[in-house]
């Protein structure tokens, strides 16, 4: 799978874990780059609060594109030490 957003490859891995129909990449597996930290933050009632990064490519921003449960509950452990993404960025094979 991968992420991809105003033509750039954001992230690639073949372990993705789908939860919610959202692809959740290895942490590794992201380009770091182009990540920018944001404090914005959410709350799932089963998964946990979620941090958010914005994307930053060839000049552009998408504001808290990219999200990952620092602390996921017991129940979403599988997601632990990953990022999934939205706003207008394609994920696909």
């Known amino acids: 799978m991968r992420a991809i957003w105003n033509g ?3 992230a690639s891995s073949d372990d993705t874990v789908v939860v919610e129909g959202n692809h ?3 942490a590794d597996s992201v380009d ?3 990540l920018r930290d944001s ?3 959410s709350v799932c009632p089963w998964k946990g609060t979620a941090s958010y990064y914005s994307l930053e490519v060839d000049g552009r921003t998408n504001t808290d594109a990219a999200w990952f449960y620092p602390t996921p509950k017991d129940a979403a452990v ?3 030490d990953r990022v999934a993404f939205w706003k207008g960025v394609d994920v696909t094979e």
């Open 8 to 10: 750039t490859v954001i």
């Open 24 to 26: 959740y990449f290895p």
């Open 32 to 34: 770091r780059s182009l």
């Open 39 to 41: 404090s914005t933050t």
């Open 78 to 80: 599988e997601i632990a």
